[in-house]
């Protein structure tokens, strides 16, 4: 069945740092892959996606390419703060889950000043 | 766009007491879907609805938990007995689709507490 494997956590950096975040995936067909960003006390907000092989998805700094010779999906930004403190969640939409989405086990991110 | 709402917010209940969470997902989406967040397990799917209709309830744990979906805009989840295992994070998401190409948007959730 489909799965999204995610770095351990906790991951902590100063601020300014460059993050990466990694997640690899399997899945049967060709999967929509998802980033999703849970701030303390919030539910999962969408960050970017991408629908098919080589899309880069890109929102508030934070980047991420489909990468499927790989099965990748890495979460990077280059200059992190201490407002992007939170547990960062990839995801996938699958043919083979009925289109579900399939998340990771989440990666707390914390961020010293 | 108000989002997906729930209520309540925080719910504090004693062991065998019936709880009731409730959801209403974005207007138009047809796809409502209920998870369980808690530090050991993580985020697990309880159950989904399509167009109202029950697709996939072999997330709900047991008999004590059932869901409901009268019509495209509520939902309830209900806890009863409730037991102090229950205590978690509820979430409700919607989706335009079943394709859910566009992924979910997620409530604010209902932290459950049973003492």
């Known amino acids: 069945g489909d799965s999204v494997t995610q770095m351990e956590g906790p991951v902590t950096l100063s601020e300014e740092a460059f993050l990466t975040i990694n997640c690899t995936y399997t899945?049967?067909?060709?999967?929509?892959l998802f980033w999703y960003v849970q701030y303390p006390g919030e539910g999962l907000q969408l960050l970017l996606k991408?629908?098919?092989?080589?899309d880069k998805g890109s929102n508030k700094g934070f980047e991420a390419t489909y990468r499927k010779e790989t099965t990748s999906f890495h979460l990077e930004k280059g200059s992190v703060q201490v407002s992007d403190s939170a547990v960062y969640f990839c995801a996938l939409s699958d043919r083979g889950s009925a289109r579900q989405l399939t998340f990771g086990s989440g990666t707390q991110l914390t961020v010293l000043p | 766009d108000a989002g997906v709402i729930q209520s309540p917010r925080h719910e504090v209940t004693e062991m065998g007491q019936e709880v009731t969470l409730r959801c209403k997902p974005i207007?138009?989406?047809?796809?409502l879907f209920w998870y369980r967040q808690t530090m050991m397990r993580g985020l697990e799917l309880l159950i989904y609805?399509?167009?109202?209709?029950?697709?996939?309830d072999s997330g709900m744990p047991e008999d004590r938990f059932s869901a409901k979906m009268p019509n495209a805009s509520f939902s309830t989840l209900k806890i009863q007995p409730s037991e102090p295992r229950d205590s978690a994070v509820y979430f409700c998401?919607?989706?335009?689709?079943?394709?859910?190409?566009?992924?979910?948007?997620f409530g604010s959730g209902t932290r459950l507490t049973v003492v």
């Open positions: 899945a049967t067909g060709y999967p929509s």
């Open positions: 998401a919607s989706s335009p689709d079943s394709s859910n190409r566009d992924g979910y948007t």
């Open positions: 207007s138009g989406h047809n796809s």
């Open positions: 609805f399509n167009n109202n209709v029950p697709i996939d």
């Open positions: 991408a629908t098919k092989a080589d």
